[in-house]
């Protein structure tokens, strides 16, 4: 099994900065991508910005010059630091991993794993 902890979420003014954490642990025999995403009530879960275990980043235009994903998929980790945070960006923000488990090194696909969610309110 591989699971996935968040931490980091809470309440910040428009303007401010959060930065997230995600760690992932288990059996994990190799970790692809690691990505944030986030929901907002009533709207479909959407990427917020990803990274890859050669370094490569891809952001949301949304948040692009403001958020900035860090961390090494290699080593189970992964960071979303949030600058000049606006009230749309109030959302539950989940971590993702696209791992293979130890139990299915040898399979072709990945497999997404998710943590539980943090929650981040932006507001005055």
């Known amino acids: 099994q591989v699971q996935l902890v968040e931490s980091g979420g809470g309440l910040v003014q428009p303007g401010g900065s959060l930065r997230l954490s995600c760690a992932a642990s288990?059996?994990?025999?190799?970790?692809?991508?690691m990505g944030w995403y986030r929901q907002a009530p009533g709207k479909q879960r959407e990427l917020v910005a990803a990274?890859?275990?050669?370094?490569?980043?891809n952001y949301a235009d949304s948040v692009k010059g403001r958020f900035t994903i860090s961390g090494d998929p290699a080593k189970f980790t992964a960071y979303l630091q949030m600058n000049t945070l606006k009230p749309e960006d109030t959302a539950v923000y989940y971590c993702n991993a696209e791992a293979k488990p130890t139990a299915r090194w040898y399979d072709a696909r990945w497999y997404d794993y998710w943590g539980q969610g943090t929650q981040v309110i932006v507001s005055s």
């Open positions: 990274i890859t275990s050669t370094g490569s980043t």
């Open positions: 288990g059996s994990i025999f190799r970790v692809n991508t």
